[in-house]
């Protein structure tokens, strides 16, 4: 479990923070640029407070440019958790304490502490504070989560 603040200004997001031999979040401008030059994957490991681990993919994974918000897109979800999540982030707009790009009354970011692409807050929270906001929900009920871990990769497209 990291020690890193998540609680951070859209500037800060924006350019990235932490370390990479612990927790930390790359940066939505360097997303950006990376999503913009060809196709990824993104991979998503979860570990539930039980030692259980899931693992979510998603195989068009984009970020747009700051102009749009740095708004997400994910394409089709595979994985062994039962359900996507982050389906509710899809097509939304990053939000941070001080940019609230969610359609909830309240400010997710502040409610949750974290950066994140919200809808109506937190449906699935993987930037939060480890307990008791990351999470991932599923039907009624929510993974609380003591471990996340997104990665991306090229995707290879199938040979025809």
Request: include cysteine.
């Amino acid at each position: 479990m990291g020690n890193e603040n998540f609680t951070r200004d859209w500037a800060t997001y924006r350019k990235g923070f932490g370390s990479f031999e612990s927790d930390f979040f790359l940066g939505l401008e360097k997303m950006h640029r990376i999503t913009s030059l060809q196709r990824f994957e993104l991979y998503i490991h979860l570990v539930n407070e039980d030692g259980r681990t899931y693992y979510a993919l998603y195989d068009d994974f984009k970020i747009s440019d700051e102009d749009n918000g740095y708004t997400l897109s994910l394409g089709k979800f595979n994985g062994t958790i039962s359900e996507d999540a982050m389906i509710w982030a899809e097509h939304m707009k990053f939000s941070t304490f001080d940019h609230d790009n969610d359609k909830d009354d309240d400010n997710c970011a502040v409610k949750f502490e974290s950066g994140w692409w919200y809808d109506y807050c937190a449906l699935c929270s993987l930037n939060a504070p480890y307990s008791p906001y990351l999470r991932w929900r599923v039907a009624y009920n929510f993974y609380l989560l003591k471990e996340v871990k997104m990665l991306i990769r090229p995707k290879e497209e199938m040979k025809k």
